[in-house]
C-alpha cells in the first residue's frame, strides 16, 4: 500500500513538474514575506577591543520586524542598555565599553516577520579572539654532539583562532630553513642532524595570533653543538644546570621519522577543505623525502609539496582523496617508508543549489527542493515560518515528500516563509524560501529605451526582466514587428533575455520586448548599436638599447569612430613612472636618456567603453659590463699563478671574453700589456709567466657593447731569476767594408731577460773544414764588428744570451759573408739580336763567380741612340739575378744604337763590356707635324702640311682622304688621294659650296703607313659674303623695297595720331608717362602700347650667315622702326604651323634655325642675310 502511494506521488511530482516556476525577484511594491538578505557568518570570532556588531538584514513587502534569541530563548534586548538594535533593520550592536566581553558569547540566531511570514537566520556562534601570554619558564641550554638529530619545541599557548608559528632570532630575521632544517606544522623546529654552525644562543619561536595582530614570543632557547672531546672537557662545568645529550657519536646512519611515529598513522580531513601531512625524519647523511599514493595517482593540479618536500599538501578535498600515503625518506645508507590513512568526512553540501523562492497565480502548483548530501549522510527537517512542520496549521494544498514539499492548487493567504536545515555531525545547512501567491499583470523591469553597445564578432545580451503572476510570457520582435526573434542568430533565455552570439552590424537597431499573461500585456523597446572593434595595428617591438640613448615604442591603433579611446602605457603591469624622460604621445611612448631602470615589459592599452587592446614590449638595456672585483692569486708556482675574480654586473648583455693584463714594475712601470684571454663563462685564469718580473694584474670583461673599465691591479707577484729561457733572434753578417765583419742580432726585452746581468756571447768562425770558433762577450749592445776579414768569406755565426743565473739554451747556428768589393771583370761575348724596329735583345755570357766579389745582384746593360754624331738619351735596364740576356723595349726605328753590359753587386758596379751597335730597321713614320686649310672659296680650298717629326725611315709619300659633313655631324662618301713625297701642299677644286669637310692626312715608308692628322674646313670666306652683302644694297628693287616699308611705318603713325586726338590715348604717350626713358619700351602686340626690351643681342646675324671681319652688322637709327616693335621674325610657327612666338622687342629670339627665312623681318640687314642663304 505504502509502495503504490509512493509511484502514485512520483507521477504527480512528473506532470507538476511540467508547471514548476522558476525563481522571481519580486519588486518590493508588491506583496511578498520576508528573504535575510545579509548576516553574521555561522562561527564569529570577534575582537574584544572592539564593540559587538551582530548583523542582520532582511526585505518584505510590509518591511519586516526582528528579534533575537540567545542559546535557544528569547533576547530582551530592550533589557539590556548595552544593546541597541538599529533601525529598520535586525543587526544588534553591543557596547562592551561597561562589561565583559564574555558576557556576550553565545549562539544568537534573528526572527525577521510580517503578516505573510516569517525567515529565520543561521545559529551565530559568537566568540571573543584570544591571544593568552607565554608561560614564564626557565629553559635550559642544550648541548648535543655533532650529527645527532634535535628537536626544538614551541608549544605556543592555544588562542582563538590559531595562533602561526615561525622562527627568528635577536634581530627579528627568520632562521634559515632547508632540507636539514625545517619547521613542522605543529611549530616545532626539527634538525635532521645538526652541525656545529647550528651553536647559537637565541632560537626564539614567535606566535602571531591574526584576529587581534598581537605577538607573543618564547624564551630564547641556547643550544650548543660540540664533538665528544669538547663534550667530556665541559661536561663538569655544565653538570648540574645543563640537559646532556650523550649518544654515541656516529658518522653515517639510515633515516628514522621524528614525526609521525610508528609505521603507519591516521589523518581525517573534510571535503572542501585542505588537507595536510607532513614526513620528518632524521639521518646522516640528511634524507630525501617523497611521496605516493597507495590506490592511486596524486591529484595533479591540487597538489603541492612544501617544506622541502616534508608536506604534502591537497586543496579542496574530494571523497576521491581518500585512502592510504606513503611517505619515503631515503638516504645513502638505507630507507624506511610511512604510510597515512586518509579519511574523507563531509558537512553537508548543496545538490544543485538551496531552495529557491516560489511566486504563483492561484490556482497553481509549485515545488520546493531541499537536496544535499554529505558523510554522514544528513538528516532533513522541515520548518513553516520558524516552527517545525508537523506542528504548523495543515494545509491541503501543501504535502511534504522527504527533501520535497509539493504544493497544489494554492489560494491567497497560502504566503509563507520555509526553512529546510540539513544537519549531521561536521556542520548544518540552513535555508529559508518563501512561496508568494499573487495575482499581477506583466511588467518588464528592465529600463525603457535602454542603448545596448556591442563590438562587432561579440556576444550580444538585451535584457528583458519581467514581473507577473502568472509569469509572462516574453516574446522579441525588431524594428518592424513583422516576426518574433526566435530562430538564428537569436536565442530566448527563459529569464527573457534575447542573446545574439555574434553581434554584426545588420543586427543594429531597435528592438521591442513583449511580456503577456491572462492579466494584461507590457512593452518595452531597446536599442542595439554594434561597434567596430579596436585593434591594434602596430605593435611595440622588442628593444634592446643602450644605456643614455633614446628608445620609441610605437602602438598604432584603429577603432570606431564614435566611441572615445583612451591610450595608457604601463611598465611590468603597473603605472609608469612619474619622470619626464618618458614622454606619451597619440601613438607613442619615447624614453629619453635610457637607465636600467627602465627596463621592463611595457603595455600599451587602447581602452574604449566597450572593449580593449593591448601589447606589450620588453626593454632590454643593456651597457658595457661593470669590472671585475676581487682579484686573488691562488697556486702560485715558480712559472705560474692562479688568478681568479668575480665578474661585475653584465648589465643584460652577456659577457663574451675576459682580457687578462698585466704590468711589470721592474722593467715597464705604468705600461700595461696583454697577457691571455679567456670566455666569458669562466672566471679563473692560469698564467704562464717568466722568471724576473714584477706582475700585476688586472682583468677587463667585453660584451657585445664593448670593454669594461679595468679592474683593480692585483697585488704584486714577484717571480725569482733564472737562466734565460732563448737566444737573440735576427743574427746576420755583413760587411761594411770590403775587410770587415758585421755580427748584429735583435736584443732580448727585460721580459725575457729572465734575470739581471745580461749580456751576449758572440762567436763566428770562416766556413771552412778546420776552423775554430772565435767569441767575445758583448753587454748593453745589439751587434760587434770583427776587422781584418778576407773579402766576401762565407762565416759562421752564433749568438748566445747570459745573466748573473746561467747561461741561455745552445744558440743555432747563422751564415753571414764578410764585406764585398767591386767586381773585377766585365761580361764577355755580348751581342744584340733585332726583333723589329722597336726592340732588340742583348745576350753575354756570365763573369766567374769569384770575380763578382759579393753577392751577385744582376747585370746593367746601358745604351744610348746616336744622332747626328751626338750620344743622347742615355737609358740603363737592370736585370736582377744571374741573367745572361736580356730584351730592350721602345726603340726608335732607323737608329744606330750603342750599347754595353756589367756585372754590380752590393758593394757597386763592374768594369763596363766593350761597347757595340746595332741599327733598328724602317718603322712607320709618325704624324704629319702640321695640316693648315687656306685659299678658301666657294668650291675649293688649299691644304698645306709640313712633313712628320719622326721619319723613322725615308718617306715615300702621303695620303689624303676628306669627306663631306652635314649640320647633324654625320659624314659622307670618303675620297682618297695619293700624294709624292717632296709635296707640301695640294689644292682641292670642285667642292661643294658651303659645305664642311673634313681632312686626314698620313705619311707612308716602305714599313707602312703612320698615323693621320685631321683637320675641318667650310667651302667659303667672310670676304665674298661682305661683297655680296654691298652688291644687294645697291640694287633698285632692293632700294623700292626699303620705300615701301618706310611708307608703311608713315601710315601707322599717322593711324595711331588720329585716334589720339578723337580721345583715345596714344599708347607711346602712356609708356612715357610711366617710363623716363623710351628707348626701353617697345610696342605690346594687342593694344600698341610698349614692354621693356634690351637690345643687346640685336646685332647676333642669322644662323648660317657669316659676319664681317670686324665681327660687327651696324644698323641705321631706322633699323628698330618695326624690327623692335614686334613686326619682324618673332611671330614664327613649326614645321607643322604651331605658333611658337610672341611679339617682342627683343632681337635675340630672331636667331631662328634655317629653312625659316620666310619669317624674318625685311630688315636691309636681314634682308642680305636672306640673300645669302640662297647663294
Known sequence: MMEGRRRMDAALLVLFLGHLATALEVPLDLPQPPTITHQSPKDYIIDPRENIVIHCEAKGKPHPSFSWTRDGTHFDIDEDPNVNMRPHSGTLEVDISRERVDQYEGVYQCTARNKHGTAVSNNIVVRQSRSPLWSKERIKPIIVQEGVSLVLECRPPAGLPPPIIFWMDNNFQKLPQNRRVSQSLNGDLYFSNVHREDSRDDYICYARFPHTQTIQQKQPITVRVLNLDAINDTMAAFYNDTDLFSEAPVDERKPTFLIPSGPSSSKMVLRGQVLEIECIAEGLPTPDISWSKVSGDLPARRTFFLNYNKTLRIINVSESDAGDYRCMAKNQIDSVHHTIHVTVKAAPYWIGGAPRNLVLAPGENGVLTCRASGTPKPSIRWFMNGILIENSPGDLSRKVEDDTIIFTDVQIGSSAVYQCNISNDYGYLLSNAFINVLSEPPRVLTVANKVYQVIKNHQALMDCSSFGSPIPKITWFKDSRSSTLDGDPFILHDNGTLEIRVAQTQNSGKYTCVARNILGIYENHVYLEVKEPTRILKQPEYKVVQRGRSVVFECKVKHDTTLIPTMTWLKDDGELPDDERLIVDSDSLTITDV???????????????????????????????????????????????????????????????????????????????????????????????????????????????????????????????????????????????????????????????????????????????????????????????????????????????????????????????????????????????????????????????????????????????????????????????????????????????????????????????????????????????????TNTNLDSLTLEWSPPHEHNGHITGYTLRFQPVNNSNELGTTEELALAANETSVTLPNLKYSTRYKFYLNAKTIAGPGPAITQEAVTIVEEAVASRQVDIATQGWFIGLMCAIALLILILLIICFIQRNKGGKYPVKEKEDAHTDPEFQPMKDDDCTFVEYSDNEDHKPLKGSRTPSNGTVKRDDSDDSLVDYGEGGDGQFNEDGSFIGQYSGKSASRDTAEGHESSEAPSPINAMNSLNSFV
Open 595 to 933: 637607465t636600467e631602470n627602465d627596463a621592463g615589459v611595457y603595455t600599451c592599452i587602447m581602452n574604449t567603453t566597450l572593449d580593449q587592446d593591448s601589447a606589450s614590449a620588453e626593454l632590454t638595456v643593456v651597457e658595457r659590463p661593470d669590472p671585475p672585483t676581487d682579484l686573488e692569486l691562488t697556486d702560485q708556482k715558480k712559472r705560474s699563478v692562479q688568478l681568479t675574480w668575480i665578474p661585475g654586473d653584465e648589465h643584460n648583455s652577456p659577457i663574451q671574453k675576459f682580457l687578462i693584463k698585466y704590468q711589470d714594475s721592474l722593467h715597464h712601470r705604468g705600461h700595461w700589456h696583454n697577457l691571455t684571454e679567456v670566455p666569458g663563462t669562466k672566471t679563473t685564469a692560469h698564467l704562464k709567466l717568466s722568471p724576473y718580473v714584477h706582475y700585476t694584474f688586472r682583468v677587463l670583461a667585453l660584451n657585445e657593447v664593448g670593454l669594461s673599465e679595468p679592474s683593480s691591479p692585483s697585488r704584486m707577484y714577484k717571480t725569482d731569476p733564472a737562466a734565460p729561457d732563448e737566444n737573440p733572434t735576427g743574427v746576420q753578417g755583413f760587411g761594411t767594408d770590403h775587410n770587415n765583419l758585421v755580427i748584429s742580432w735583435k736584443p732580448l726585452s727585460g721580459l725575457q731577460s729572465n734575470g739581471p746581468g745580461l749580456h751576449y756571447k758572440v762567436m763566428w768562425r770562416q766556413q771552412r773544414p778546420g776552423s775554430d770558433w772565435t767569441q767575445v762577450t758583448v753587454a748593453n749592445n745589439s751587434k760587434f764588428v770583427v776587422s781584418g776579414t778576407p773579402t766576401f768569406v762565407p762565416y759562421e755565426l752564433k749568438v748566445q744570451a747570459i745573466n748573473d743565473h746561467g747561461h741561455g739554451p745552445e744558440p743555432a747556428t747563422s751564415l753571414g759573408y764578410s764585406g764585398e768589393d767591386l767586381p773585377q771583370t766585365a761580361p764577355e761575348n755580348v751581342q744584340a739580336v733585332v726583333i723589329n724596329s722597336t726592340l732588340a735583345e742583348v745576350h753575354w755570357d756570365p763573369v766567374s763567380p769569384h770575380s763578382v766579389r759579393g753577392h751577385l745582384r744582376g747585370y746593367k746593360v746601358s745604351y744610348w741612340r746616336k744622332h747626328s754624331d751626338h750620344k743622347h738619351n742615355h737609358e740603363t735596364l737592370i736585370f736582377s739575378g744571374n741573367h745572361t740576356h736580356g730584351m730592350l723595349p721602345g726603340l726608335h726605328p732607323f737608329s744606330l744604337y750603342y750599347f754595353h753590359v756589367q756585372v754590380f753587386n752590393g758593394k757597386g758596379d763592374g768594369p763596363p763590356s766593350p761597347t757595340q751597335h746595332f741599327r733598328t730597321p724602317e718603322g712607320v713614320p709618325g704624324p704629319p707635324t702640321s695640316l693648315v686649310v
